[in-house]
């Protein structure tokens, strides 16, 4: 197993200090260092990255903001002074939040939590036909046709599908499962996929889907309105 970690930290006393201990897990690989979120993004694009040690007071752009511009971001550990975002920050499903000075020991803690990501079991998606997947729920097999899916949404490793008659969970990336949906199917935000042909409302950065509202991220809404054939 290997992660390959980016460091995106503006201090180079802390990027010193994060590359220290990044060299000294044998699984972890340094693949670049940036003093900004721009410069990640630019890398991001250019490479395959596992794992970002994030800083959240940057330049430019701050850590939280440059988050909610990415649309599959990879795990997620913030490192920063700063106690007061952490409850935020999770609204990002960040995999841990590092309180400068880090000791060692804690770097550690957050690192296992990503080898742990990174060594989970596999939860397959078997296509059925044209019209349903079959997923792992509970070491089972459970067949979900695409008609009766309202919505997704990611929980963490998990997602939840509601469907018309039950809700499922089973642990895969929303990432993931979004690639094996069909067109009728809308990313309306990180968290959320909905069906197309159940929407019922469209309304400012919200959609109603059978009486539930669901946000739409600030990056998705062009996507949205464009796949709904709003003007």
Known sequence: MTIRCLVVEDEPLATDVMVDFISQ??????????????????????????????????????????????????????????????????????????????????????????????????????????????????KKKARVAFHSIIYIESQRENVKIVTETNILQTRIAISELEKQLPDSFVRIHRSYIASKQKIDFVEGQEIEIRGKRLPIGRSYKNEVHSALGIK
Not at 26 to 47: G, H, Q, S, V, Y
Not at 118 to 124: A, G, H, Q, R
């Open 25 to 138: 897990v044998p699984f972890l690989i340094l693949e670049k260092t940036c003093t900004d979120a721009l410069a990640a993004m630019k890398i991001l694009n250019e490479r395959k990255i596992d794992l970002i040690f994030l800083d959240i007071h940057l330049p430019k752009l701050k850590g939280l903001d440059f988050l909610s511009t990415l649309k599959n971001p990879p795990m997620i550990i913030i490192t920063t002074a700063y106690h007061e975002f952490a409850l935020k920050s999770y609204d990002y499903h960040v995999l841990d939040y590092l309180l400068k000075p880090i000791e060692f020991s804690r770097f550690m803690v957050a690192v296992q939590k990503a080898a742990s990501q990174t060594n989970k079991e596999v939860f397959t998606i078997e296509e059925t036909a044209k019209d349903g997947l079959f997923f792992t729920v509970n």
